[in-house]
């Protein structure tokens, strides 16, 4: 992320305990990182524009079931939202019910994943 916000003019914030944000424009980390730097007011949630939740699936089941709600309570009424995730299992189908408005749902199939067609047409 941080190499090709360079190119984009784009500051990066990977979370660590007990680090600062200010003046970055993308941050990534765990729920539990996230809230705990939202909780600290390290960063301000009135200035998330976009939250994305990758690897919902994997989130859920690694126990961040709480964090998550958390962010979502705290993030502010329009922000934009995506959740990403390779399976919707019932508890990732509860957060979109029931944190998101008028959610687009994109399918792709499974053979249309694999990293050789991005390979192949980048060559």
Known sequence: MQALGEYLDVKVHACVGGTSVHGV????GTPDLVVGILR???LCADYIKMFVLDEADEMLTRGFKDQIHDIFRKLPANVQVGVVSATMPPEALEIIRKFMNQPVRILVKHDELTLEHIIRDTR
């Open 40 to 42: 600290r007011h390290f």
């Open 25 to 28: 424009h993308v941050v990534v």
